[in-house]
Every structure is written in structure tokens, then in C-alpha cells.
């Protein structure tokens, strides 16, 4: 999956996009286990693909393969056990990219566009994301509506079927949440929250 984590009018200070963390060493000849955050493996891992970290040192991909639930790669210039043991939690990033496309409306986000982000549950908002004042035909927006903080996005894991969200809640505990319109039906990453509609028994602490 991706992530994603913000634009900038500074090129130089764009987001970078998370795509994996190197793990173990896998035998003697420099390969290294990683572990992907991207919904993208094969683009990113393929030959001649370079990977950054956020000081700007870059890994180019020599090669790399599928093994079970894990992605197992050679970069370039680690030669040997001694050297990919060193990498070990090393992580990987891409810049991420834009579409100039004016009439693009793709709505979709980059997981790192959502760690973060304040999960909040709307006491008076309908299925279809209103308040009970909109139905009321007031002009009221829903920026003043009550709402109550579930907890933050602390990570974003790939299934299948869609995204899960990891959210941490007030009291430490942490929910999986699917990544559907149906529980969470808008996400504002400028303004730093998301809303959910969890169904019972999603959280814990509710």
C-alpha cells in the first residue's frame, strides 16, 4: 500500500513518502529482510528503483524477490553480512510524486497523509455526514459540531481487502478500523482529523 504523507511550495521540503524498514540480514552476501509499507513492492524494489533516507543517503535496488509476507532485497554497494547487518531499522523513503492533471479528482490518499491525524466521532452527525442542524436547514457548516476525540491514527496496515488503520485510544488500547467510507466517511489531512462512524464494539474504549 502506500501511505502519505502535505504539500509544500518548497520542492525541497516535500513529505517523504515511507516505504519500508530494513530488517534482519539474509545470509552472507549482503541481501537484507525489509519490511513494506507501500502498496507498491514490485515499483519499489525493482532493479534500478533508489530508495532515500531522510538524511539523503540513497539505496539503489539491485535486485529483490517475494519471500512469504516479506520482501528481501540487495541495494547496491552492500556486499557482504557485516554490511547489511548494519542497516538494520534503516528506513526507507521515496519523494512522492503529483499529478499536474487540473481535472484529476482522485480523492485518494498516501498512508502517511493519515498517521497522525486526530480520529473524531461527530455525536450528531447522520449517515450521510450531516448534522442534525443541517437537517434542520440551518446554515451551520458542522466546524462547530460536538465531537469527541477516539483517539490518533498511529499506523496504517495493508490487508486484502483495504487499508486498517491503527488508532490509539485515549486510553492506550489500539483498535484496527477499516479504511471505508462506510466508518470513515471524511478525512481533512490539512486540518488534522478524520471522522468515524465505528459501528459498536470497533473501539475499545467505547
Same mark, same amino acid.
Given at each position: 500500500?502506500?501511505?502519505?504523507?502535505?504539500?509544500?511550495?518548497?520542492?525541497?521540503?516535500?513529505?517523504?513518502?515511507?516505504?519500508?524498514?530494513?530488517?534482519?540480514?539474509?545470509?552472507?552476501?549482503?541481501?537484507?529482510?525489509?519490511?513494506?509499507?507501500?502498496?507498491?513492492?514490485?515499483?519499489?524494489?525493482?532493479?534500478?528503483?533508489?530508495?532515500?533516507?531522510?538524511?539523503?543517503?540513497?539505496?539503489?535496488?539491485?535486485?529483490?524477490?517475494?519471500?512469504?509476507?516479506?520482501?528481501?532485497?540487495?541495494?547496491?554497494?552492500?556486499?557482504?553480512?557485516?554490511?547489511?547487518?548494519?542497516?538494520?531499522?534503516?528506513?526507507?523513503?521515496?519523494?512522492?510524486?503529483?499529478?499536474? &492533471? @487540473?481535472? /484529476?479528482? +482522485?480523492?485518494?490518499?498516501? %498512508?502517511?497523509?493519515?498517521? *497522525?491525524?486526530?480520529?473524531?466521532?461527530? #455525536?450528531?452527525?447522520?449517515?450521510?455526514?450531516?448534522?442534525?442542524?443541517?437537517? &434542520? @436547514?440551518? /446554515?451551520? +457548516?458542522?466546524?462547530?459540531? %460536538?465531537?469527541?476525540?477516539? *483517539?490518533?491514527?498511529?499506523?496504517?496496515? #495493508?490487508?486484502?481487502?483495504?487499508?486498517?488503520?491503527?488508532?490509539?485510544?485515549?486510553? @492506550?488500547?489500539?483498535?484496527?478500523?477499516?479504511?471505508?467510507?462506510?466508518?470513515?466517511?471524511?478525512?481533512?489531512?490539512?486540518?488534522?482529523?478524520?471522522?468515524?462512524?465505528?459501528?459498536?464494539?470497533?473501539?475499545?474504549?467505547?
Amino acid at each position: 500500500m502506500t501511505m502519505a504523507e502535505k504539500h509544500s511550495a518548497d520542492p525541497q521540503q516535500l513529505t517523504l513518502l515511507r516505504v519500508c524498514r530494513i530488517g534482519r540480514a539474509q545470509g552472507l552476501k549482503g541481501e537484507v529482510n525489509v519490511r513494506a509499507f507501500t502498496d507498491e513492492p514490485e515499483e519499489r524494489f525493482a532493479p534500478g528503483s533508489v530508495l532515500l533516507t531522510e538524511d539523503g543517503r540513497e539505496f539503489e535496488v539491485v535486485r529483490s524477490r517475494k519471500f512469504k509476507e516479506r520482501w528481501i532485497v540487495l541495494f547496491k554497494g552492500v556486499a557482504d553480512r557485516n554490511a547489511s547487518e548494519a542497516l538494520n531499522g534503516t528506513m526507507l523513503y521515496v519523494e512522492p510524486t503529483y499529478s499536474d &492533471d @487540473g481535472d /484529476d479528482e +482522485d480523492d485518494g490518499f498516501y %498512508a502517511e497523509d493519515l498517521i *497522525g491525524l486526530e480520529a473524531r466521532i461527530y #455525536e450528531d452527525k447522520d449517515t450521510d455526514g450531516n448534522t442534525d442542524s443541517d437537517a &434542520d @436547514g440551518s /446554515d451551520n +457548516d458542522g466546524s462547530d459540531a %460536538a465531537y469527541v476525540v477516539a *483517539g490518533k491514527v498511529t499506523d496504517v496496515m #495493508e490487508s486484502p481487502a483495504q487499508w486498517l488503520l491503527t488508532i490509539t485510544e485515549p486510553s @492506550g488500547a489500539e483498535s484496527l478500523v477499516p479504511f471505508v467510507e462506510e466508518i470513515v466517511p471524511e478525512v481533512d489531512p490539512d486540518e488534522g482529523y478524520l471522522v468515524l462512524t465505528p459501528p459498536n464494539g470497533l473501539l475499545q474504549d467505547r
